[in-house]
């Protein structure tokens, strides 16, 4: 190996060497930090919503009942939307997955002390986690004389609502150690019993992949703001389902405003719109810093064959095989790259650092190192491999010429 | 040594074939000492090339040591020059980003010796040329007798027997030249087969034979000693 000889001359070249250096440093830590955001993008993307997106669609509509209308007025709508074709379910809640309006809480373990985490609030009106799909892997479904109304939340003479179902990673956060069906919380003073627990629900909105699913079920009914729930036979034309539904409601009432009418598919894509735009831009940008960093190999390469093919041809009058020639040209692109690549797993973890301080990004797992730097050696040896190749066939006699 | 049997060298074009060498035929026998002399473009340098399998011949046959050499594969050329062969340029042809000692140890590393196997060659070589306290200098760094030195100290470390010198005192002084000359004559002394190509008739008339080589072939043969036969033209 030559490894002691090739850094003796690059200590000769310094300025070359450590620029290009300098600027695989800059892509490793960029690239590290740009591969991890759109990993976490993707898994947002990806994320398990736990209810049944391709059967499932919503309407909202306004209109200006009083709380006693719109109790009635719900029953009616559930009753119109269950006749349209296709319709297996119907329910009524005032928020769902990717609806960007988010009704939240902090739950403690025990009355008055801190909150162990914050949920998200959904209130079923009756019939939810049928409607949604959800998949309830410990305890039941509400049971009717389990609801209250909404406004009865704010009375002091009604007992306040008294079970909830909540998501296996909810119950995981708030009992670590222990089961959490027939456990109690508290959002205030009075204690909620865990009757149910589904495998996962996540909330309206959300930043983090790991807060996602942190939801609670409550039985409660008549809330403003209610939006209706279909979940249809599959395989039923959706858009279809939703004309109809909206037809149907409109028989009801006709003065009503029907504000949002779409599929959960729909609503996935338009949640996560942003975040599929961000990596797009972001992969955009690896490409170009990998282009970029290439070209930069290529030419100092380039430059560098050029520059030393008289140097190449005496190597080879003394004895060195066209392989030892692409050898030294590899080798000498490795500690180039290798360098960079060490400052840059630095530099990736003081980027990652301003990150989360300013963008709330989280810790760089170790792991995206040795991928950063295996992709730029990877693309390091690609790159100097025309210009070593160009490099292997100058020929010894170039040693004799004057 | 070596044997060239109606050698030819042609470099060709679209319109028109050159020849550098032309029915060359020459034989040098073990531990001589040959100056070959010639015009300038007279294929002196094409024969040095191609004894020194730099180049290969186009037609004709080469041995060297007994072995037909001239269709060799580029591994096994590579292999007999760095172990056979040790070359002395006229214009020094250091690396000018390693230093004496780094020079040096180049055609010994290609060769696959150990660390302490190689310290001990380059150290000996760099006495011997009388630069061992200038291990550290890069070329640069040197006079041109001083690099001659070291390219003679590089070719002497990787214990050549067939030592091809192209013009090396072209671009010295004539002090310089002398004492390179005679460094030259102290390998010889120690067994090395010797080609050398110089412009030089001084120099040459030290060697124990010239050739004279013009258009590409051999025309003029001055034996000092019976035991060696350069055949012109077949």
């Known amino acids: ?402 | 040594m070596f044997k060239m049997t109606h050698l030819s060298k042609a470099f060709r074009t679209e319109i028109v074939e050159t020849f550098a060498l032309r029915d060359f035929s020459i034989d040098v026998k073990e531990g001589e000492f040959v100056a070959v002399t010639g015009p300038s473009g007279s294929g002196k340098t094409t024969f040095l090339n191609i004894a020194g399998l730099l180049e290969t011949p186009t037609g004709g046959r080469y041995e060297l040591d007994g072995q037909d050499v001239s269709h060799l594969s580029d591994r096994a050329r590579s292999r007999i020059r760095n172990e056979k062969i040790g070359f002395i340029f006229q214009a020094f042809n250091l690396i000018p980003d390693l230093n004496v000692f780094d020079n040096v140890d180049v055609p010994l590393r290609y060769r696959g010796l150990k660390a302490s196997e190689r310290k001990l060659r380059i150290t000996d070589a760099l006495e011997r040329v009388g630069l061992s306290a200038r291990m550290k200098h890069y070329p640069a760094e040197l006079s041109g007798g001083q690099q001659q030195r070291v390219a003679i100290a590089r070719a002497l470390a990787g214990r050549p027997r067939l030592l091809l010198a192209d013009e090396p005192t072209g671009n010295l002084d004539t002090q310089m030249a002398r004492a390179v000359m005679e460094l030259i004559e102290d390998v010889h002394r120690d067994g090395a087969t010797i080609v050398m190509v110089t412009h030089d008739p001084e120099l040459a008339a030290r060697t124990q034979r010239n050739v004279h080589i013009v258009d590409g072939q051999v025309v003029d043969i001055d034996a000092a000693e019976p035991r060696f036969t350069a055949v012109a033209g077949g």
């Open chain 1, 1 to 402: 190996m030559e490894i002691q000889p090739i850094l003796k001359s690059l200590r000769r070249q310094k300025t070359a060497a450590l620029l290009i250096a300098f600027e695989i440093a800059l892509a490793c830590a960029i690239i590290c930090n740009t591969l991890f955001v759109i990993s976490e993008r993707m898994d947002r993307m990806h994320i398990d919503s736990g209810v049944a997106e391709s059967e499932l669609v919503r309407i909202r509509s306004s209109t200006l009942d009083d709380a006693a209308e719109r109790s009635v007025r719900t029953a009616e709508d559930l009753a119109a939307l269950q006749t349209v074709a296709g319709v297996v379910e119907v329910a009524a809640v005032q928020q769902v997955p990717f609806g960007n309006s988010s009704w939240n809480s902090g739950l403690s373990v025990e009355r008055g002390a801190p909150p162990v985490t914050g949920a998200t609030n959904y209130f079923d009106s009756g019939n939810l986690v049928s409607t949604l799909g959800l998949r309830l892997t410990a305890g039941r479904d509400f049971r009717p004389d389990e609801y209250i109304e909404f406004d009865a939340l704010f009375r002091a003479d009604v007992e306040v609502v008294g079970s909830a179902i909540i998501t296996q990673a909810l119950a995981d956060k708030l009992w670590p150690d222990e089961p959490a069906l027939g456990k109690f919380f508290y959002t205030d003073q009075d204690p909620i019993r865990v009757i149910g627990i589904v495998d996962t629900l996540i909330r309206p909105s959300f930043r983090a992949v790991a807060d996602a699913p942190m939801s609670v079920i409550y039985p409660v009914r008549n809330t403003p703001g209610l939006q209706y729930l279909m979940r249809v036979r599959p395989p039923a034309d959706l858009d279809a389902v939703l004309k109809q539904a909206e037809t149907a409601l409109r028989e009801v009432h006709s003065g009503r405003l029907i504000s949002r009418a779409e599929t959960f598919e729909s609503m996935r894509e338009h949640f996560f719109r942003g975040d599929r735009v961000m990596a797009m831009l972001l992969s955009g940008v690896i490409v170009a810093l990998l282009v970029v960093t290439a070209l930069g190999i290529v030419g100092l390469a380039s430059f560098w064959v050029q520059g030393r093919r008289r140097q190449i041809g005496i190597r080879r009058a003394l004895g060195a095989t066209r392989g030892s020639i692409l050898r030294y040209f590899q080798l000498e692109n490795f500690l180039i790259v290798t360098a960079g690549v060490v400052t840059g797993m630095f530099a990736a973890y003081g980027v990652n650092a301003w990150l989360m301080q300013h963008y709330e990004l989280s810790r760089l797992p170790m792991y995206y190192l040795p991928i950063g730097a295996i992709g730029l050696w990877v693309l390091g040896q690609l790159s100097v491999l025309s210009p070593a190749l160009r490099a292997m066939r100058v020929p010894p006699a170039l040693a004799t010429k004057a």
